[in-house]
């Protein structure tokens, strides 16, 4: 059963022209323009620099902006009363949008890494297994986020909201930008949110080949776990 309700919701989000826009070609034109073009101050290869961030914004991206919204939309419809009135206990209904995340994120990964790969960059290999412990923890991060935001408002509250926190978030989360380079406070802030701690620990991992540190590690976790239990309680179906 899970299996059959990942598959489809894997398929659904891979169909959605807008999901696809976001989750792949806006990260895909992000890490060209950010290696080729000197738009913002990064130490060269630019393209090690760049890399970690648009694998962090992929993730961010499908984890919470995509599913978010899409989970907005399909309360809006009575998708999920429809399916909660099913055999699929709610619990299924839940995992299976979370593994159907995980494939996309997946699919990412390889298409952003082959690129990025092409453009010249060349990852620490002692650093990919920490690479996908913070990919996966991002992910948990982020779903929650995603969950908690498209279970509990308007689906027209959720578009606005889920767009206004990605571009925030882009720019200010410690993704285009390392936190060192942010300003003083908002650099601060942006290390205790789960957009910080993944680009930055991806950056440690990818580049220094290193573990990316028991901070960002507890951060993504904090957020993983406050996000999940709180939206397992404030979730509604309609």
Sequence with gaps: MLAAQSGVELRLALRHGEQVLLTLLIPLALLVGLTMLNVVPLPE??????????????????AFTGQAIALGFDRR???????????????????GRLVAVLGVVAVQMVVLGSVALALGWRPAVSGLGWALLMVLLGCAAFGGLGLLLGGTLRAEIVLAVANVVWFVLLLGGGIVLPVDQL?????????????????????????????????RILVLVGWAVASGLVAARAVRLR
């Design 45 to 62: 290869p630019r393209v090690a620099m760049v890399t970690p961030g648009v694998l962090a914004l992929a993730v961010l991206s499908t």
């Design 77 to 95: 419809y009575g998708v999920i009363r429809r399916l909660a009135a099913t055999a699929l206990p709610r619990w299924l209904l839940v995992a």
């Design 183 to 215: 300003p003083g406070p908002i650099g601060a802030v942006a290390a205790l949110l789960p957009s910080g701690a993944l680009a930055e620990g991806l950056r440690t991992a990818l580049v220094d080949g290193g573990s990316p540190g028991l901070h």
